[in-house]
T-cell receptor, first 114, second 114 residues
Framework: DVKVTQSSRYLVKRTGEKVFLECVQD?????MFWYRQDPGLGLRLIYFSYDVKMKEKGDIPEGYSVSREKKERFSLILESASTNQTSMYLCASSPPGTLNNEQFFGPGTRLTVL | AQSVTQPDIHITVSEGASLELRCNYSYGATPYLFWYVQSPGQGLQLLLK??????LVQGIKGFEAEFKRSQSSFNLRKPSVHWSDAAEYFCAGLFGSSASKIIFGSGTRLSIRP
């Protein structure tokens, strides 16, 4: 089974702190994604990556950056956390190719910024 | 622009009753379509997907969905719901053979009445 793990289930940070959210997948997937999930808004794509050291902006990249130094790991970085970044963050991965673009999700990290 | 719409924010059905969750998409051709389920505190799990062929798709946990091109719809159904089906359900679409991003609907929360 594909496994996507996220470093923390719950995280509480203060405004202005630098925050790292880590995601690791064990199925050698090329594609990895970071979403945030907010009530009534569904999932919104923040960033995604097709390969190591490669990244693409999603729909709401402002205030975030990402890092993909190894194929299995995709990190989301909040350079200076703000209260409006309080949310559930979901990581996903998928193999290459359109027909296989089913995404496999991690359990999520619920981030609270005070 | 491509979009996925779930018109029902919250639905309550009685245990043992039938269920239909609505999903509509906006696109000039046939997209790839998915239904995901998110149980409380969990990540998303794929229920079923439609790429082409038979318009009635069977998924896991007794769910099925029917693609109707004329109505731009991909509604999810289950003949008899169980209390464990209480969750949030997301419809999603992949638009175009070279598309890289899945677009999610805003979700429908399903509650089960004992």
């Amino acid at each position: 089974d594909v496994k996507v793990t996220q470093s923390s289930r719950y995280l509480v940070k203060r405004t202005g702190e630098k925050v790292f959210l880590e995601c690791v997948q064990d199925m050698d997937h090329e594609n990895m994604f970071w979403y945030r999930q907010d009530p009534g808004l569904g999932l919104r794509l923040i960033y995604f990556s097709y390969d190591v050291k490669m990244k693409e902006k999603g729909d709401i990249p402002e205030g975030y950056s990402v890092s993909r130094e190894k194929k299995e790991r995709f990190s989301l970085i909040l350079e200076s956390a703000s209260t409006n970044q309080t949310s559930m963050y979901l990581c996903a991965s998928s193999p290459p190719g359109t027909l296989n673009n089913e995404q496999f999700f991690g359990p999520g990290t619920r981030l609270t910024v005070l | 622009a491509q979009s996925v719409t779930q018109p029902d924010i919250h639905i309550t059905v009685s245990e043992g009753a039938s269920l239909e969750l609505r999903c509509n998409y906006s696109y000039g051709a046939t997209p790839y379509l998915f239904w995901y389920v998110q149980s409380p505190g969990q990540g998303l799990q794929l229920l079923l997907k439609y790429f082409s062929g038979d318009t009635l798709v069977q998924g896991i946990k007794g769910f099925e969905a029917e693609f109707k091109r004329s109505q731009s719809s991909f509604n999810l159904r289950k003949p008899s719901v169980h209390w464990s089906d209480a969750a949030e359900y997301f419809c999603a679409g992949l638009f175009g053979s070279s598309a890289s991003k899945i677009i999610f609907g805003s979700g429908t929360r399903l509650s089960i009445r004992p």
